[in-house]
């Protein structure tokens, strides 16, 4: 085993899955998981970034749109959903 690795356990069918998945991308096993999880956690880096100027969402500052033909009954029912 290499410096700097670790071993770590998969389910039969999800290696299974993995290796086809490998074969295609003409790579092996621990390289498509090591890749998946690098884009994974890149991703994730992403979204706090993006998120981290943005407002967060609130349904107190949400107003709810009428349907078009929707009765008051049937958009008091749906404004109860939100509630």
């Given at each position: 085993?290499?410096?700097?690795?670790?071993?770590?356990?998969?389910?039969?069918?999800v290696?299974?899955?993995a290796?086809?998945?490998?074969?295609m991308d003409k790579v092996d096993v621990p390289t498509l998981v090591e890749n998946l999880v690098r884009r994974h956690a890149e991703y994730v880096?992403?979204?706090?970034e993006i998120g981290s100027d943005m407002p967060r969402f609130s349904l107190a500052d949400y107003e709810l749109q009428r349907d078009p033909g929707e009765t008051?009954?049937?958009y008091k029912a749906r404004l109860n959903l939100f509630r």
């Open positions: 085993m290499a410096e700097n690795t670790r071993t770590i356990e998969i389910n039969a069918e290696f299974e899955i290796q086809r998945t490998a074969e880096e992403t979204l706090e008051n009954d049937e």
